[in-house]
């Protein structure tokens, strides 16, 4: 079955580049109808989609991050990736990688905590 | 965006109960209607999918109803297990949203 795990810095300045990597196992990030996606959850607070790529490379985003975000597909390693540009205390969540093959999200990732401060 | 309304916020039940969760959209989401269960420190489960279609190896005591903008989850007799917060999510477009979570705990 598919399985996703996320890394990358727990830490990271305000002002800076926040990184992570899901790396997908069980399917391939190229085939299939698959919505790699990225959401995440503020410690206490609910759930954001943050946005995917599809496997064909059209993409979309949430219109609160489009301006600092991209999100990427690398084949050769079976991996997708975000990138969230100038990070603030705001940013400071558990991020999530899942897919979505229908509408819903399964599986997801164990999740990893990102902190923004200096 | 569609907005996502969870009601109550939180709850407090016993094993055996019969709980039911609602969930408002902002607008018609047809039955783009999905429902996760999360526990501490856990990624979110996914329980029902189209409003009301089990997600395998769930348990048929989790049903799900609704469709246009009013949706149900109901747990029909609460076990310990199922303390834990549900989440709603509308998946008719993006940018997908969720509600914001109802927290169930034990009287």
């Known amino acids: 079955q598919v399985q996703l795990q996320e890394s990358g810095p727990g830490l990271v300045k305000p002002s800076q580049t926040l990184s992570l990597t899901c790396t997908v196992s069980?399917?391939?990030?190229?085939?299939?109808?698959?919505?790699w996606t990225w959401i995440r959850q503020p410690p206490g607070k609910g759930l954001e989609w943050i946005g995917h790529i599809h496997y064909s490379d059209n993409f979309d985003y949430n219109p609160s991050l489009k301006s600092r975000l991209t999100i990427l597909k690398d084949t050769s390693k079976n991996q997708f990736s975000l990138k969230l540009t100038s990070v603030t205390a705001a940013d400071s969540a558990v991020y999530y990688c899942?897919?979505?093959?229908?509408?819903?999200?399964?599986?997801w990732g164990q999740g990893t905590l990102v902190t923004v401060s200096s | 965006d569609i907005q996502m309304t969870q009601s109550p916020s939180s709850l407090s039940a016993s094993v055996g109960d019969r709980v039911t969760i609602t969930c408002r959209a902002s607008q018609s989401i047809n039955r783009y209607l999905n429902w996760y269960q999360q526990k501490p420190g856990k990624a979110p489960k996914v329980l029902i999918h189209?409003?009301?279609s089990l997600q395998s190896g769930v348990p048929s005591r989790f049903s799900g109803s609704g469709s246009g903008t009013d949706f149900t989850l109901t747990i029909s007799s609460l076990q310990p297990e199922d303390f834990a917060t549900y989440y709603c999510q509308q998946s008719y477009n993006t940018p997908i949203t969720f509600g914001q979570g109802t927290r169930l705990e034990s009287k």
């Open positions: 899942a897919t979505s093959y229908s509408s819903w999200f399964d599986p």
């Open positions: 069980g399917a391939s990030v190229n085939s299939g109808d698959y919505y």
């Open positions: 189209a409003a009301s």
